[in-house]
């Protein structure tokens, strides 16, 4: 189990606070209030077949301040993109899905619209 001494709402939270502060090193406060400023207007497409999952992760990223479009399934996302490929920052999806995993889709997002892809991996 990936992080078996942490709830499984911990370990989302974990993820989105590497996911809201990667690339900015230890923040003050002030840095940190200051990162989720920056983070209006940007889009995040988030992908994940369990609506349960997919709402609070949504949620998460909403009280941040992200953009937030959800879809249940990998190949619905991927026509999405083909559509609105300009308009997505990043992707955050699950690992396991039904049509196609989390590794699959990832590796089609960033071979043919070059988006970071975040995969969510919760074994509750």
């Known amino acids: 189990m990936l992080f078996p001494q942490l709830p ?6 974990c993820l989105f606070q590497t996911l809201l502060y990667m690339g900015n ?6 840095q940190q209030s200051q990162n989720l400023i920056s983070a209006i207007g940007v889009n995040v497409l988030v992908v994940d077949d369990d609506l349960v999952c997919l709402s609070i992760v949504a ?11 959800t879809i249940k399934n990998p190949l619905d996302a991927l026509a999405t993109l083909q559509l609105e490929h300009n308009f997505f920052h990043l992707i955050v999806t ?3 899905m039904p049509e196609m995993n ?5 590796k089609r997002v960033q071979e043919e619209f070059h ?8 074994h509750l």
């Open 115 to 122: 988006l970071p892809v975040v995969n969510e991996y919760l």
């Open 25 to 30: 090193g230890i923040n003050t406060p002030y």
């Open 94 to 96: 699950d690992v396991h």
């Open 102 to 106: 989390g590794f699959k889709f990832q």
């Open 59 to 69: 949620a998460i990223l909403r009280a941040w301040k992200y953009q937030v479009v």
């Open 8 to 13: 499984p709402h911990c370990v989302v939270i």
